[in-house]
């Protein structure tokens, strides 16, 4: 799978209207093709803009001119995509669930539960407290380079390019 990797656009996809300073915005990825696009929405063209629906989607705001920007990774916009991935059979977007399960274990958003061995796979089981629900993950056995590389995709991706997912 291929991402259109692309920072935040600063004005509207439909309207072309640019984004002010600390203008709420709303920010989606939209499965096209089987890949992932960003697409950036002001708050009027936002229901306009949703046709054959988001993956996954998030509001932000546009940074002060003036201030560095404060990066923060949103767990809930990454437990929104983990879950959604769920049953895909894409290879990388079972990589995808993957990287983003240890990410949301290093947040504490899952526990680790337990490992098995499943027609000579590993799966990971998780734990997800909030919902008192379990999650079981394919374990692609990535190496370390290749953790990396989606990493600074999804960074890309979401407009996070300082943060280490895991």
């Known amino acids: 799978m291929e991402w259109e990797i692309k920072r935040s656009s600063n004005g509207c996809l439909l309207c072309n209207k640019g984004f002010s300073e600390e203008e709420e915005y709303y920010s989606a990825l939209f499965d096209e093709g089987n890949a992932f696009i960003r697409k950036d929405f002001c708050t009027p063209c936002w229901g306009k803009g949703k046709e054959g629906g988001p993956f996954s989607f998030w509001k932000t705001k546009a940074p002060k001119k003036d201030r560095s920007v404060k990066t923060f990774l949103n767990t809930e916009v990454l437990l929104d995509m983990f879950m959604r991935l769920e049953g895909n059979s894409e290879t990388h977007q ?10 949301l274990i290093r947040k504490k958003v899952f526990k680790l539960k337990s490992f098995k061995r ?5 799966i990971i089981t998780l ?21 990396k590389a989606i990493t600074s995709e999804m960074s890309q991706l979401l407009n996070y390019p ?3 997912l895991v």
Do not use: G, H, M, T
């Not at 079972?94 to 990410?103: E, I, T």
């Open 94 to 103: 079972k990589n995808l669930r993957y990287v983003l399960a240890l990410y």
């Open 118 to 122: 499943q027609s000579e796979e590993e």
């Open 127 to 147: 734990f997800f407290p909030k919902e008192d629900r379990e999650f079981d993950v394919y374990n692609p056995n990535l190496k370390e380079e290749e953790i």
């Open 162 to 164: 300082c943060v280490e």
